[in-house]
């Protein structure tokens, strides 16, 4: 059974750096094909792709983004981590992870969803 | 970027209605298409992966067709769980993108 859940803190202040962990269980990001992505929605807004990780270490980054987010894993852990610099209000929204494993199965396991906050 | 443009926005219907929602690629995409459910407060889950294959567990009454750059996500008839947001999202390229959203309504 495929579980994921994230992490981090609820409120955090503009241009503070956002720590999003990903822990999650079933699955094992040493396997090929396997990967974990982030995803986002602010309030009442649409879905938004962030990041992705597979398990070859190979990432994937929102060009519009990519300079402000870090995504790492640690496969001993069963662990994705997400780091957005530079945090801003319009970053408030609930921010997911969601597994992978190929095309196939792609985001077909998301976590519950984290609400993360941007105010001072 | 690959923009996906869903329609409509929103629309209502009733219990037992067939609807269909459609997605637009700007450029094209095969297959690399997925349709998303979500209800108020909760996370999305997926419907239709691949374009047209049904997700493990959901109801027949869905189905997805397309290829290219125009999808369609089809409710044969709308039951009342089903009134929701849909979403698109194509994996064919990086980065990945969701359309806007399809929120449905009850009449």
């Known amino acids: 059974q495929i579980t994921l859940k994230e992490s981090g803190p609820t409120l955090v202040k503009p241009t503070q750096t956002l720590t999003l962990t990903c822990t999650f269980s079933g699955f094992s990001l040493s396997t090929s094909g396997v990967g974990v992505g982030w995803i986002r929605q602010p309030p009442g807004k649409a879905l938004e792709w962030l990041a992705l990780?597979?398990?070859?270490?190979?990432?994937r980054y929102s060009p519009s983004l990519k300079s402000r987010l870090t995504i790492t894993k640690d496969t001993s852990k069963n662990q994705v981590v997400l780091t957005m610099t530079n945090m801003d209000p319009v970053d408030t929204a609930t921010y997911y992870c969601a597994h992978m494993e190929y095309d196939i199965a792609l985001f077909d396991y998301w976590g519950q969803g984290t609400l993360v906050t941007v105010s001072s | 970027d690959i923009q996906m443009t869903q329609s409509p926005s929103a629309m209502s219907a009733s219990v037992g209605d067939r609807v269909t929602i459609t997605c637009r690629a700007s450029q094209g995409i095969s297959n690399y298409l997925a349709w998303f459910q979500q209800k108020p407060g909760k996370v999305p889950k997926r419907l239709i992966y691949a374009s047209s294959s049904l997700q493990s567990g959901v109801p027949s009454r869905f189905s997805g067709s397309g290829s290219g750059t125009e999808f369609t996500l089809t409710i044969s008839s709308l039951q009342p769980e089903d009134f929701a947001t849909y979403y698109c999202l194509q994996h064919n390229s990086y980065p990945y993108t969701f359309g806007q959203g399809t929120k449905l309504e009850i009449k």
């Open positions: 990780i597979y398990w070859n270490d190979d990432k």
